[in-house]
């Protein structure tokens, strides 16, 4: 069976890494990074991963409108999309739901927990 792939996309060039790394060794998934919206939509739909955690608050464009972006594209409308967020307040959380994200998970997250988280959301089993 093949290793999911899923898309990362976040302004904070660490955190991607700690990301990747949690994901990879954790999840036994691989994971592409992209560090703003626009690189991100490009490799969206040119490598059309099994999902795409995606950041919130980026400059030039959030996430949000990415997401929008990505739903209005035929190739990348089924790509479900988990928000990465501190912004977690009820209200925040209800305005992400009602967009139609598969989930949101909020930062500072645990890294051992990761993998779990997205498995969880995504209905996926880790391959480790």
């Not at 898309?7 to 955190?15: A, G, H, S, T, Y």
């Not at 608050?57 to 929008?68: N, R, V, Y």
């Not at 035929?74 to 790509?79: C, E, K, L, V, Y």
Request: charged share 20%; with cysteine.
């Amino acid at each position: 069976m093949l290793a999911k792939r899923i898309l990362v996309i976040d302004d904070e060039k660490n955190l991607c890494s700690v990301i990747q790394t949690c994901l990879e060794h954790l999840g036994g998934w691989t994971v592409l990074s992209a560090p703003d919206g626009g690189q991100g939509l490009l490799l969206a739909e040119t490598q059309l991963p099994d999902a795409i955690l995606l950041d919130v608050m980026m400059p030039d464009m959030d996430g949000p409108t990415l997401f929008g972006l990505l739903q209005n594209n035929a190739a990348t409308r089924g790509i479900p999309v988990i928000f990465l967020t501190a912004k977690v307040q009820a209200m925040d959380l209800r305005e992400f739901a009602d967009l139609g994200v598969a989930g949101v998970i909020a930062k500072p997250f645990d890294p051992l927990n990761l993998a779990q988280q997205v498995a969880e959301i995504l209905g996926w089993e880790p391959l480790l």
